[in-house]
């Protein structure tokens, strides 16, 4: 499994960006996928998943403001995000998982990460 993220940037509080994530070696019907991202200094969180049965879930934090889609044909997942505010600033990781418990945003939970892309919200 392979996963290159791109996409990221600076930009401006109220702005927007899509991330965008290839996956080479993701079946997606075996394997969930989701967005986490880390600030300097602080955990890993999880932004907004897939579960298995293709419903999302998102972190409180960006609920109205991103969306997280998928193109099974291309092998590449999205993460549209809006109105981007200075706290929104990290490394965005895309992840992988085998489907099966529930916890889309749960990083013990993937067991497959790509290196991150940085976004700068100012």
């Known amino acids: 499994v392979q996963l290159v993220e791109s996409g990221g940037g600076s930009v401006q509080a109220g702005g927007s960006l899509r991330l965008s994530c290839v996956a080479s070696g993701v079946s997606y019907w075996r394997y969930c996928m989701g967005w986490f991202r880390q600030a300097p200094g602080e955990e890993r969180e999880g932004v907004a998943g897939f579960e298995r049965d293709g419903l999302t879930q998102y972190a409180d934090s960006v609920k109205g403001r991103f969306t997280i889609s998928k193109d099974n044909i291309k092998n590449t997942l999205y993460l549209q995000m809006d109105s981007l505010k200075p706290e929104d600033t990290g490394l965005y990781y895309c992840?992988?998982?085998?489907?099966?418990?529930?916890?889309?945003?749960?990083?013990?939970?993937?067991?497959?990460w790509g290196q991150g892309t940085q976004v700068t919200v100012s």
């Open positions: 992840a992988a998982r085998l489907c099966g418990a529930l916890g889309s945003l749960a990083a013990h939970l993937y067991t497959n």
